[in-house]
């Protein structure tokens, strides 16, 4: 499912205009981006987490000529899917 498939399937289901929809999913994904932007943990319980883990710096290698490279610290967004997701899908 896509973004667009989203917005169609909320439309079906609360019954109401595209633009609407298209605002509300908008303004789901903006809230959720903000927040771990700040570092915050976002959760939604029975679906999933998402959080940011964050790296230090360590010392890389080229794959192509082999040579060190140092890898500046980083944070990236990670998915952790919740119990009641993880049983859906393994039915």
Known sequence: MNKL???SALKTEANI????AA????????????AMAKGERVEIRGL?????????????RNPKTGQK??????KLPFF????????????
């Open 23 to 34: 605002t509300v999913v908008q303004l789901f994904f903006d809230s959720m981006a903000d």
């Open 69 to 74: 490279v140092t890898i500046s610290p980083k």
């Open 80 to 91: 952790k899917a919740g119990k009641e997701l993880k049983e859906r899908v393994n039915y």
């Open 17 to 20: 205009s595209k633009s609407e």
């Open 48 to 60: 999933c987490s998402f959080f940011v883990k964050e790296y230090k710096s360590y010392t890389g």
């Open 5 to 7: 498939e989203l917005i």
